[in-house]
């Protein structure tokens, strides 16, 4: 009877315990939960006019877009596609805590001791250098059309004697410079990219892939790329600067340095900053998980003047600037700028990126016309030569705002010299936004 009495005590007690244990898992589910709702109800109370801003543009833009011969069912699943993402920007944008929400996430990553985060978006090489990470990379039937379209606008052309060039830059993840732990899922563009230079040269158009061009002849990998960013260094940038100049005086007779100053080291002002730098891909993992890195930046000692006009955002915002290299070319901001999550010092040459540049050189205004259709990579390089022409137009060739045309751009005015430039990871197609 003791025993029985005892064996009740003691399943009471379990059943007691057990009873507590739930109503405490209950208790953090419910508060958990509304402490969820209430974070959700202010970040939209206060995200409700960017939300509302963002929706109207999706809506404006797809209302430009010509509609005829288009599945109309299609239409409106890319309009819902595309006022989703832009609200999810918006909200991420805005997102109140979100920086120190991304270091505790970064932190406990790093903690953990992982090289990767956020579901293998990027991982770190055995360097430290942050890569691109897939686990498979799905194969790209139309990389012959992007070609094609490249030939296309070489033909529209053809009859003012205009230079063609298509120019691929190295990617950050080089196939024997790049160290990588056993068994890592890297996402490699080389594959898409052999692809399309082959075709390109098939259909006759001059390619110049600086992925082969020897830069690291020059200087070494670590020398070559950010650790935080996908993008090369300043330096980096200057030497295939070099070997895109040296190329079209050998192909086209056309030199972007006649006076031999602009492409000359020893014409700069060298100078690294330590512990500045904070690229794309560390602004996406946070400064929990990387950490900052140097930046080296070229200041010119030469004199040079510009009148450049920027359209800087889709709304077509245009930035007037004049004045000599420093002042016209450069966006001396980044040195002001105490968030590293707004922006980095990268965009220190031509802001980065905008949608369209439009520079003229006031010394020398006889020299070539050359339009870039590039993407960010291009923006220091472009900076470099831009003393040797006369007049530059700078497109983002990713540019799908409708306030700009490539092929309209292209056909309406008489150029020298078209560069196209590519960076591995953006061969798709909205880079070949034209001719289609």
Request: include cysteine; charge should be negative; proline fraction near 3%.
């Amino acid at each position: 009877m003791n025993a029985e009495r005892e064996e009740k005590r003691n399943n009471v007690k379990k059943n007691n315990a057990i009873e507590m244990y739930m109503l405490r898992k209950y208790i953090f589910a419910a508060v958990f939960i509304m402490l969820l709702f209430c974070f959700f109800g202010v970040n939209l109370y206060m995200n409700g006019v960017p939300i509302a801003d963002q929706v109207e543009k999706a809506v404006e833009y797809y209302d430009r877009q010509d509609r005829e011969g288009k599945n109309e069912i299609l239409y409106w699943a890319d309009l819902g596609s595309s006022i989703v993402s832009k609200c999810e920007g918006a909200v991420n944008d805005n997102l109140i805590f979100s920086k120190e929400l991304l270091w505790l996430n970064g932190f406990y990553a790093r903690l953990q001791g992982k090289h990767e985060i956020n579901d293998f978006k990027y991982f770190k090489d055995s360097e430290g250098y942050m890569q691109y990470a897939a686990f498979y990379r799905e194969e790209d039937d139309n990389v012959f059309e992007y070609a094609a379209r490249v030939r296309k606008l070489k033909d529209s052309v053809a009859a003012n004697d205009t230079k063609v060039i298509y120019v691929i830059t190295p990617s950050k993840y080089t196939p024997g410079k790049t160290k990588l732990p056993a068994g890592t899922p890297i996402n490699d563009p080389n594959p898409v990219t052999d692809e399309l230079i082959m075709n390109l040269n098939r259909l006759g158009i001059d390619t110049l892939d600086l992925r082969n061009a020897g830069i690291f002849d020059w200087m070494t990998y670590e020398d070559a790329f950010f650790k935080t960013d996908h993008h090369w260094t300043i330096p980096a940038a200057f030497v295939c600067a070099n070997v895109l100049n040296n190329t079209l005086k050998q192909r086209f007779d056309i030199d972007l340095d006649p006076d031999g100053i602009t492409l000359d080291m020893k014409n700069y002002r060298v100078e690294k900053y330590d512990n500045v730098m904070f690229g794309s891909m560390g602004r996406g993992s946070g400064l929990g998980f990387v950490d900052k890195e140097p930046f080296t930046a070229m200041w010119p000692k030469y004199e040079c003047h510009f009148d450049r006009v920027s359209m800087r955002n889709v709304e077509g915002y245009e930035e007037h600037k004049y004045g000599d290299f420093t002042e016209a070319l450069m966006h001396t901001d980044v040195f002001l700028n105490k968030d590293v999550y707004s922006d980095s010092y990268y965009s220190l040459y031509l802001n980065g990126l905008n949608y369209y540049d439009h520079i003229e050189n006031l010394d020398y205004p006889d020299r070539p016309k050359v339009l870039y259709i590039r993407d960010s990579y291009f923006s220091p390089v472009i900076s470099f030569l831009a003393a040797g022409c006369g007049e530059i137009d700078a497109v983002w060739s990713l540019e799908d705002t409708g306030l700009l045309d490539i092929g309209q751009v292209v056909s309406g005015d008489t150029y020298d010299l078209i560069v196209l430039e590519t960076y591995p990871y953006n061969i798709n197609d909205e880079a070949f936004n034209y001719f289609r």
